[in-house]
């Protein structure tokens, strides 16, 4: 566009402020919106759906949060985003709203930018690898020194890597600014679809971006393995490896790189008019085909003033099927949100598998399932085209389809036996007590958790397994003249270096399929709850009654779900890395606790699902018969009114 064009015609164009070159007008469409778009939605749920979810162990282990802590971050996230949701709303509605598209994306990446600062801004990570010598190369006492009182390593606090309250601050105050920019792609973006291409494939747009959501999810975990694999501290070299313990995979790099990738992908959402040129043209087309022109009309009638709500919400709640369909859905909301983030971890506890691998394998079970779900139910709802009562009877026999296999969930491994931790010595008969004979002159305390696996049982370190020296064969660390170990079957007393090995891959076989079953019947149920939302609400109360119960969903469902299962979980905990006098990262878990803890939370909220749905199944057939009731008496009216007529017609006609 130059400087001779019609100031109208220039306001319609795609660029920036006064720079709108004719060879940028191919983007003026939106087709390329939408592709920006949903590259707001595939990015933010790359990093909040996948990533985030994959290396949040890496996390807790990095900074020695609880997962009751991880459980406030993503709390926090979906809370700033309610709260931004109804201002974000009423500011955009009326204004440019690709511009607020811009600006809520550029807010995402600074929360992604915030949420990498506990990485710079603490001490770098030293695990320590072992020597010959008694110590780490970081300082750290790993062997049995004799009499040695005072070994001069490094503590907890020293090292800086404790549950650090501005660690967390940082995380949490990450989440909210992430929260803050993400409603704009929902209440600002999808509207701005909808009014600019024709309804008949409005449907086809939505679907679109929303499919791009659900593949970010599915990215960010598959990625969050790569990061994973690499270490913590960029262009250091170490002798651990994943496997290790003691291994911190680079958890902040993805948050850098999609941070700026956000940034990118704002700049493009800025360029866009508040309006295409054609849409004039295509809302007058609109209206001459009867599209949902009429529609959008009718849902405007209704409560548009502040005084209304209150009287809009009880009106929405006295349909019953809404009422009972919304309940079940903050059940369900509450398994999702609370099951999502701390999946990958459950796997790394309950399973020993390394956190890399952990994410890796629930995201390519758990996000393929959950749009097969979804992508079924949809098409069963269009092939029986359901009405109010059958979409609410699909959504009962779906919840208690999915109640039989959450009840098949109870799978776990054989929680490792720690001596003095949850098992006694081979010399002793007490079991929880770190120190014992055979290590009683090494002065064990304070040594960092370095298990090694002797015979039967696993130590909480060579030192506390009283091992004297090391041996290196084959890049494997073994430890010998170990005390506690040494007997007549293996009086060298040697020990290897790691957790002893629990063979649950069957086991996690079974939980993987059982999970995916529980996945697929979990979003099985969206499209017929919609269908049961819509139905059972009259037409210009819609709108608002669906923004109601998304609230609802989230203060009763996603809000409190993962941070109920994280404190749950924590009650699981047998040994805390205990730092500085608090406790901080759990090291092992007690697995028949924690596979309760799971099939208790998932039985419960499952149970209350079927419940609802079966009570909005049966409000749903009362409401369709008194429809079809009403719609018969009004037939019959009608015709004894035509035949009143017509009797009249034929009275006048012989006169």
């Not at 700033?80 to 109804?86: D, V």
């Not at 139905?535 to 609230?551: E, F, H, K, M, V």
Request: one cysteine or more.
């Amino acid at each position: 566009m130059d400087a001779t064009s019609p100031p109208e015609e220039r306001t319609l164009s795609y660029g920036w402020l006064r720079f709108r070159p004719a060879w940028l007008q191919f983007l003026n469409t939106p087709k390329w919106f939408l592709f920006f778009l949903s590259q707001y939605f595939f990015t933010e749920s790359l990093v909040i759906n996948g990533l985030y979810p994959g290396v949040a162990s890496t996390i807790q282990r990095r900074f020695a949060f609880t997962s009751y802590m991880i459980g406030m971050t993503l709390a926090t996230f979906d809370i700033a985003s309610m709260i931004l949701t109804p201002f974000v709303s009423y500011m955009g509605g009326s204004r440019k709203k690709p511009v607020f598209c811009g600006w809520g994306l550029f807010t995402v990446a600074i929360g992604f930018f915030i949420l990498t600062l506990p990485h710079f801004i603490s001490s770098p990570y030293q695990a320590g690898v072992f020597t010959d010598s008694n110590t780490t190369a970081g300082g750290d006492r790993v062997l049995c020194a004799g009499n040695l009182t005072n070994f001069g390593g490094k503590t907890y606090c020293d090292e800086d890597i404790g549950g650090n309250n501005l660690y967390y601050a940082l995380f949490i105050l990450g989440m909210v600014v992430v929260g803050i920019g993400t409603p704009a792609q929902y209440v600002l973006g999808v509207p701005y679809v909808d009014e600019n291409v024709k309804a008949k494939v409005s449907p086809m747009y939505l679907g679109i971006f929303i499919a791009f959501g659900i593949l970010g999810a599915a990215v960010g975990f598959v990625l969050s393995p790569l990061f994973l694999s690499l270490f913590v501290e960029v262009g250091v070299q170490t002798s651990l490896t994943p496997q290790d313990t003691r291994w911190v995979g680079n958890w902040w790099l993805g948050f850098a790189i999609f941070g700026g990738l956000c940034v990118f992908w704002s700049l493009w959402l800025f360029a866009f008019p508040k309006e295409f040129p054609l849409t004039k043209k295509r809302r007058e087309e609109a209206k001459t085909e009867g599209d949902a022109t009429e529609d959008s009309a009718n849902d405007n009638v209704g409560y548009t003033r502040l005084k209304d709500l209150p009287k809009a919400t009880k009106m929405a709640f006295s349909h019953l099927p809404f009422l009972f369909i919304t309940i079940g859905g903050c059940t369900q909301e509450f398994v999702i949100a609370a099951v999502t983030p701390f999946g990958p971890k459950l796997l790394e506890a309950q399973f020993y598998v390394p956190a890399g691998r952990a994410a890796l394998l629930y995201g390519l079970v758990a996000v393929p399932a959950a749009l097969f779900g979804n992508m079924l139910g949809a098409y069963i709802n269009k092939r029986l085209n359901l009405n109010l009562a059958g979409a609410a009877k699909m959504c009962f026999i779906v919840a208690c389809m999915g109640l039989v296999c959450t009840c098949l969930l109870y799978i776990k491994c054989d929680t490792i036996e720690i001596a003095g931790v949850n098992t006694p010595y081979l010399d002793s008969s007490v079991s929880v007590q770190l120190d014992s004979k055979c290590n009683q002159a090494c002065n064990c305390t304070g040594v960092r958790f370095e298990p090694v696996c002797g015979g039967p049982l696993t130590y909480f370190s060579p030192c506390h397994a009283g091992c004297g020296r090391i041996e290196n064969l084959n890049k494997t660390s073994f430890y010998e003249s170990c005390a506690c170990v040494e007997s007549k079957a293996d009086p060298i007393g040697k020990v290897e270096k790691g957790l002893c090995q629990a063979n649950c891959e069957i086991k996690l076989l079974l939980f993987l399929i059982v999970l995916s079953a529980i996945t697929v019947m979990t979003f099985l149920n969206y499209t017929p709850a919609l269908i049961v939302s819509l139905r059972s609400i009259p037409t210009g109360q819609q709108s608002y009654a669906l923004g109601l119960q998304l609230d609802l969903t989230k203060i009763f469902g996603a809000i409190p779900g993962p941070i109920i299962l994280g404190a749950l979980i924590d009650k699981t905990c047998i040994l805390w890395d205990t730092r500085c006098g608090g406790n901080g990262f759990c090291l092992e878990y007690d697995h028949t606790r924690l596979a309760q803890v799971l099939l208790g939370v998932l039985v419960t909220c499952k149970i209350i699902t079927a419940a609802s749905f079966f009570l909005s199944w049966f409000f749903s057939r009362r409401e369709t018969e008194n429809r079809n009731n009403a719609t018969q008496d009004q037939n019959n009216t009608t015709q004894n009114q035509n035949g009143t007529t017509n009797t009249r017609t034929i009275y006048e006609t012989a006169l």
